[in-house]
């Protein structure tokens, strides 16, 4: 097996489809975050260890009722903040607005804490106390490509008033929501995308490899060869129709009608009489979409189907025990899958669409997986938003916050258990795939 060309599509396709998705929601908690007046510490590409700083999101303070700039390059001396008293150097620029040029943090046991202000032409020396201090966000570039995080000040403790927890409960869940709800307009974006690149009515067949010795060896098929038609019946079902003709067709002559590369043909192939009596004819194939039948939706239609899979996707939670226990699906089906796991899924589908030239295989799983990250992280277990979102509930209904440390002990113990499944999942996912590794040998 060639693991090392395996290992390039899953790392590929974690960084081309998996990772926006995970990149989309963590945007959600941005913006939210930054529209809330919450401290955004840093915005992350990809997973730590940080590689390199990239910029300095712009910042300010303010000094009573003067707001001054913070330039995107300027390290603030640790410490500052807010209440801490300074002594600031600024600029008034050409729109009246000023400029930091320095700051310094005063230190109360030795200097003087008396506030004064001082304006010479252009150039401003005030100092005094810190009554707002926006440091800027740092955005930086991590090692691991798997999307990207968001660092907010103080996500359970409310000491700080630019903290998460500090802000009134409607928008503590609305960050820590608007991650999901992202992930769900990002998913519903896909599948219009999906539906209107179109769905064939028709499927031919591909060759993707023969066995020598076989019928199809002495009729000449070749890997990669496009079966469109069987003694003139177009195979509009694709490979599971070309099968039902084979074994029904046991040492019966058979036209194929083949497309390799731009040429038209007719092969003459005999399938043999296997063991069990049905027809054999020696290859392994699969289905491949015939680009002249895309049949491709409007926008409206393209919505509607599109929310109808929305809502078959969230309704299957609540039927999967049903299905188990009809036998409707087994329990390999509905596992639940690691990282591994579902770039395996990604992975094959981008395979399908790229081979195929056919946006619709990799935009709909993606819409899907999109959907299923922003479900699940509204799940209501600790560390995950959904647990984050619960506290802000028992909060309401109780009347007051559960202390900032049980809160942070409930999320590390939490954010370990699950850490621990994922490597259950993910090992079992490496050992006994949903999908062959060997399927995505291409």
Do not use: C
């Amino acid at each position: 097996m060639d693991w090392a060309n395996i290992i390039v599509w899953l790392v590929g396709t974690v960084i081309v489809v998996l990772g926006p998705i995970i990149l989309i929601h963590e945007l959600g908690h941005f913006i939210s975050a930054k529209l809330a007046g919450v401290r955004v510490e840093e915005f992350g590409l990809g997973y730590p260890p940080r590689l390199l700083k990239l910029w300095r999101g712009r910042g300010h303070l303010a000094v009573g009722e003067t707001r001054v700039a913070i330039p995107r390059r300027y390290q603030a001396p640790p410490g500052a903040d807010i209440g801490s008293w300074v002594d600031v150097e600024a600029h008034r620029r050409d729109d009246g607005s000023y400029a930091l040029r320095d700051l310094t943090l005063l230190n109360p046991e030795e200097d003087e804490l008396t506030a004064r202000r001082e304006q010479v032409g252009r150039d401003l020396h005030i100092r005094g106390e810190l009554s707002d201090f926006e440091p800027g966000t740092v955005y930086s570039l991590n090692l691991l490509p798997m999307g990207a995080f968001v660092r907010m000040m103080g996500e359970e403790d409310p000491g700080h008033p630019r903290s998460l927890a500090a802000q009134p409960k409607r928008q503590r869940v609305a960050v820590m929501a608007s991650g999901a709800a992202l992930n769900f307009v990002f998913a519903l974006v896909l599948l219009v995308a999906a539906y209107t690149s179109g769905i064939p009515e028709r499927w031919h067949v591909q060759v993707n490899s023969v066995e020598p010795g076989t019928a199809a060896a002495e009729a000449l098929l070749m890997p990669g060869d496009v079966i469109v038609a069987v003694d003139g019946v177009p195979l509009e079902g694709g490979d599971e129709q070309f099968r039902s003709i084979i074994l029904d067709s046991p040492e019966q002559e058979l036209q194929l009608a083949v497309r390799r590369d731009d040429l038209q043909m007719t092969l003459v192939a005999t399938p043999r009489r296997g063991s069990e009596g049905s027809g054999y004819l020696g290859v392994y194939m699969e289905r491949r979409p015939d680009p002249e039948s895309m049949d491709r939706y409007s926008l409206p239609e393209a919505l509607q189907l599109s929310i109808r899979d929305i809502g078959a996707l969230v309704a299957l939670p609540f039927q999967i025990p049903r299905m188990l226990a009809s036998g409707e699906v087994t329990p390999q089906e509905v596992r639940p899958s690691s990282m591994v796991g579902i770039s395996g899924f990604l992975a094959l589908f981008m395979q399908q669409s790229l081979a195929w030239r056919w946006a619709f295989p990799i935009l709909h799983t993606a819409g899907l997986i999109s959907l299923s990250l922003g479900i699940t992280n509204l799940l209501p277990l600790p560390a995950l938003d959904g647990g984050r979102i619960m506290f802000v509930v028992v909060e309401a209904l109780r009347g007051r916050r559960i202390s900032p440390e049980r809160e942070a002990m409930v999320h590390v113990v939490g954010l370990l258990i699950l850490i621990g499944l994922m490597a259950i999942v993910m090992i079992h996912d490496v050992i006994n795939p949903v999908i062959p590794w060997a399927w995505l040998q291409r």
